[in-house]
């Protein structure tokens, strides 16, 4: 029987996110300490989480623009009917 899925844990904070962006380099050179592995090996699953909303907010704000696009192209020529076929420009 599959476990179930974790709940998603708490945002980190932005310092925080900025500390492991240098432990992940310190980590990438083969520089890093002990501890700042500790550290990045213990939020891990937290910077999976905001990958995932990240990821997820990123694909609403695709579909919205997507939407709006889509709006706005078949309102063009109904609103130019409604001028009477005038044009601003």
Not at 8 to 15: I, M
């Amino acid at each position: 029987m599959p476990l179930p899925e974790p709940k998603p844990l708490p945002p980190l904070d932005d310092l925080t996110l900025e500390h492991l962006g240098v432990v992940a380099s310190e980590i990438q050179r083969n520089q890093a300490t002990k501890e700042g592995v500790m550290l990045f090996t213990l939020c891990a699953p937290a910077l999976v989480d905001e990958l995932r909303r990240f990821r997820a907010f990123r694909l609403r704000m695709q579909d919205m623009a997507s939407r709006m696009a889509e709006r706005s192209a078949a309102e063009g020529p109904a609103l130019r009917l409604l001028d009477g076929g005038r044009s601003d420009a």
